[in-house]
């Protein structure tokens, strides 16, 4: 038996393919990904969004919707609002393909909702937001914080 170099303060008395085991394991270690910014304030645009669903399900900004599935509904719309939100926090790559699949979804309602209003400032907001979110997480530096790479690696 050898003993490996001090890793972490601790040595180690292993053979010689666990000693190179370890080494190569500490040496293709990445650091995790950096959080960019823009996709923190997504995250924190999706829990608002889901905080206001929660509440509005209750009818605390106005009449709450109507029955009890209603309610339901509206809240299982806020809890995955705040999932989503969580999952883009932790930069999870499902949240990221959620979020985009979601984001489409908004541009394509908003783009039918401008047949029917094309003066509408709050549907030209929605879809402008939209696209903006669409274009930022496809940049390759923001794609890349999803899947655990650091840019340009």
């Given amino acids: 038996m050898l003993a490996c170099p001090m890793r972490l303060g601790v040595i180690t008395n292993v053979g010689q393919q666990g000693c190179r085991a370890l080494v190569d394991k500490e ?36 009449p709450a919707p109507q029955g009890t599935l209603g309610v339901v509904i509206q809240s299982l719309f806020g809890l995955a609002m705040i999932y989503l939100a969580y999952g883009m926090w932790t930069l999870q790559g499902w949240a990221w393909l959620a979020t985009l699949v979601i984001e489409g ?47 340009g690696v």
């Fill in 27 to 62: 040496t293709t270690m990445q650091e995790p990904a950096h959080r960019p910014l823009g996709v923190t304030l997504i995250a924190a645009l999706l829990a608002l969004n889901g905080v206001i669903a929660l509440i509005a399900a209750f009818g605390v900004f106005g």
């Fill in 105 to 151: 979804i908004n541009a394509l309602f908003a783009v039918f909702a401008l047949v029917i209003a094309p003066t509408a400032i709050s549907v030209w907001i929605s879809l402008v937001l939209a696209a903006v979110i669409i274009l930022y997480l496809l940049q390759p530096s923001v794609r890349d914080a999803f899947s655990g790479r650091r840019a």
